[in-house]
């Protein structure tokens, strides 16, 4: 099984958030749980400015969070796509959207040519 290459995981409270996501920077997550050891992704997003104001934005729909800052949020976005395309998260029903006139292009997938 792939490898998420993300910090984590961690409980998707306000406290586990505080706790754990401290600098204010773009950034991809992966949220779902923990069974027997493995992490199950079902969610993948990225966040443009401030990742843990996002990753607030889902407590309670998911138990825990994986996550990694990243410089850019074309970095994000990249890293975005790849999760989605390795692990196919069940609660993801469509592509990672680009922002409008990015012009930016999945790594993976042709689904921006
Ligand atoms: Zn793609």
Not at 16 to 23: A, F, P
Not at 41 to 70: M, S
């Amino acid at each position: 099984m792939a490898t998420s290459g993300l910090r984590g995981s961690f409980p998707l409270t306000s406290d586990g958030i505080s706790n754990n996501v401290t600098r204010t920077s773009a950034g991809a997550y992966a949220l779902g749980h923990t069974k027997d050891q493995s992490y199950y992704i079902h969610y993948v997003g990225r966040a443009d400015a401030d990742v843990a104001r996002r990753l607030r934005d889902h407590i309670g729909k998911y138990k825990r969070f994986k996550y990694e800052y990243y410089d850019s949020p074309k970095a994000a976005f990249m890293k975005e796509c790849r999760l989605y395309h390795d692990f196919n998260p069940r609660d993801n029903t469509i592509h990672p959207a680009r922002p409008a006139g990015s012009g930016w292009k999945c790594p993976v997938c042709k689904v921006f040519d």
